[in-house]
């Protein structure tokens, strides 16, 4: 069974910065497209960023220049780097492995932009 494990969450100041880590174990992590989403209170949830099995990524047009995602497969880990944060972008990070087949969740990190 596909297990992701998120962490790096935390209270931030606006301009910092975080590193999101998503620990992939069950499967071959090199099988999977890795994404990274986002859920703000009341809102709905949203796609950040996205990396393919073979390493090529994208991130969405509201967080590029501040945003990116990277995998290391060795570890099978994903990352969500995330650069001068501004308070919209508080919401609860959840992590997302997709194969042909199956699709597995993470259970969320909090991210808080505040001072």
């Known amino acids: 069974q596909v297990r992701l494990v998120e962490s790096g969450g935390t209270l931030v100041q606006p301009g910092g910065s975080l590193r999101l880590s998503c620990v992939f174990s069950?499967?071959?992590?090199?099988?999977?497209?890795m994404a990274w989403y986002r859920q703000a209170p009341g809102k709905q949830r949203e796609s950040v960023a996205h990396?393919?099995?073979?390493?090529?990524?994208s991130v969405a047009d509201y967080v590029k220049g501040r945003f990116g995602i990277a995998r290391d497969n060795a570890k099978s880990t994903a990352y969500l780097q995330m650069n001068n944060l501004k308070p919209e972008d508080t919401a609860v990070y959840y992590c997302?492995?997709?194969?042909?087949?199956?699709?597995?969740w993470g259970q969320g990190t909090q991210v808080t932009v505040s001072s």
């Open positions: 997302n492995a997709e194969s042909v087949s199956n699709t597995y």
């Open positions: 069950g499967s071959s992590f090199s099988l999977y497209a």
């Open positions: 990396i393919t099995a073979g390493g090529i990524a």
